[in-house]
């Protein structure tokens, strides 16, 4: 089961960073100004797979919840309060992000000579990689409740997820350097 749980996370993650690309890097209907989906996608849909991992164990959870770890479990948190935790630090990952875009793009409404598309993109998706480090220790809480195992080492998961995201964004900004240096047409 938690090999299962492990490849859903990863089936999830790269559909979103196919579908966060393919936004990106689409060509742009020229008429089209305005907040867009895209520049918070990945949040959002880790927020949602969050929520759907938690209602389906949820009801399968201890009373008390281990959640601190050295070879054995240290520390224990209620049930409710350990969700409430979890589920609360993906809301203050994807809401602020939402209200960041939100804003800038409607201060932006007035001046389009300025182009944020790329900026907002960014921004608004940047925290998608914590955000999945969050997703996989709430993952991670519950197998070991469950099933006494652990999917992976958190910390090589987080060292996978940040490796992956500095390739991302260097990607992004080799792009944003080419655009600036006039090799590429602005999108």
Do not use: E
């Not at 935790?85 to 203050?92: D, F, R, V």
């Not at 994807?94 to 209200?99: F, K, M, Q, T, Y």
């Not at 932006?108 to 993109?121: A, I, P």
């Not at 709430?138 to 197998?143: E, G, P, T």
Request: positive net charge.
């Amino acid at each position: 089961m938690p090999t299962l749980i492990l490849t859903l996370i990863f089936v999830v993650y790269a559909i979103g960073a196919g579908v966060v690309l393919w936004s990106a890097f689409r060509s742009k209907p020229k008429g089209r100004t305005g907040f867009r989906f895209a520049y918070v996608i990945m949040p959002v849909l880790i927020f949602i797979l969050s929520i759907a991992i938690t209602a389906f164990f949820y009801p399968r959870l201890p009373a008390d919840l281990a959640y601190s770890f050295s070879g054995a479990a240290d520390s224990y948190l209620s049930r409710g309060a350990g969700l409430f935790l979890m589920l609360g630090l993906q809301l203050l990952f994807a809401l602020p992000l939402v209200g960041i875009t939100l804003v800038i793009n409607h201060l932006n409404r007035d001046n389009r000579s300025v182009t944020l598309d790329r900026t907002l993109f960014i921004m608004g998706n940047i925290a998608a990689f914590p955000q999945l480090i969050v997703c996989f220790a709430l993952a991670d809480i519950f197998s070991y409740n469950l099933y006494d195992s652990h999917l992976a080492p958190l910390w090589l998961f987080a060292v996978i997820i940040l490796a992956s995201g500095t390739v991302f964004l260097g990607i992004l900004f080799r792009g944003a350097l080419k655009q600036r240096a006039g090799k590429i047409a602005p999108s």
